[in-house]
């Protein structure tokens, strides 16, 4: 399968803040997906982008696929941003998750 | 309301004793997954299923076993055979198997003692 990783592993913001995640993957892909784990263990879907760029709210996406990672923006950051941000990836059937980010955002 | 629904939220067992996790979705997707997240880690894939009466092992499949009798369920059975089966377990579906975007449940955690 696909080896995903993710940088930085920790993130701390102060509220307002805007920061960047980013996901490198090993292999040509045709799925890639951001998430973001809520307290509750949650998996809520960010972006599907498996390449391009995408804007949802105060987050956005961009994949270069042919240089094989991922960034996730996020600006103007909320204390409700906190949370694990995962990434993953497939050429197949199989998605492969990175370790994570956990970002804490500090009112 | 179209969605994942895992049942239920929290569950104990003993050592030694089966135990089986509820998946049903009502999207209409053809694939469905069981993944496993293990506390600080990323989730890792334990059966899929494209298909009815079809499913294939993922990473991890030792020690579990799944059916997918009807389109719209999933279930997953942790077995005495898992050697570790304390963790945090997802299903997720999705139209079709390859490429297409995955869509998670809520999430059963699972404590065994």
């Given at each position: 399968g696909i080896q995903v990783e993710?940088?930085?592993?920790?993130?701390?913001?102060?509220?307002?803040?805007?920061?960047?995640?980013?996901?490198?993957?090993?292999?040509s892909?045709?799925?890639?997906?951001?998430?973001?784990?809520?307290?509750w263990g949650q998996l809520i879907n960010l972006f599907y982008i498996p390449s391009g760029t995408?804007?949802?709210?105060r987050l956005s996406a961009t994949t270069v696929a042919t240089e094989r990672y991922s960034l996730l923006y996020i600006s103007s950051s909320q204390t409700t941003d906190s949370g694990v941000y995962f990434c993953?990836?497939?050429?197949?059937?199989?998605?492969s998750f990175g370790a994570g980010t956990t970002v804490t955002v500090r009112a | 309301?179209?969605?994942?629904?895992?049942?239920?939220?929290?569950?104990?067992?003993k050592e030694g004793q089966n135990v089986t996790l509820s998946c049903e979705q009502n999207l209409n997707?053809?694939?469905?997954?069981?993944?496993?997240?293990?506390?600080?880690?990323?989730?890792r894939l334990i059966y899929y299923?494209?298909?009815?009466?079809?499913f294939q092992k993922g990473d991890i499949a030792e020690g579990y076993s799944v059916s997918r009798e009807k389109k719209e369920s999933f279930p997953l059975t942790v077995t005495s055979a898992q050697k570790n089966p304390t963790a945090f377990y997802l299903c997720a579906s999705?139209?079709?198997?390859?490429?297409?975007?995955?869509?998670f449940g809520p999430g059963t955690r699972l404590t065994v003692t």
């Open positions: 993710q940088s930085p592993p920790d993130l701390i913001l102060q509220e307002g803040a805007n920061s960047t995640l980013r996901c490198n993957f090993s292999d892909v045709n799925n890639l997906q951001w998430f973001h784990q809520n307290p995408k804007q949802n709210g993953a990836a497939a050429n197949d059937y199989k998605l | 309301d179209g969605g994942i629904t895992q049942s239920p939220k929290y569950l104990f067992r997707h053809d694939a469905m997954y069981w993944y496993r997240q293990d506390p600080g880690q990323g989730l299923s494209q298909i009815v009466n079809d999705s139209t079709r198997l390859a490429g297409d975007e995955q869509y």
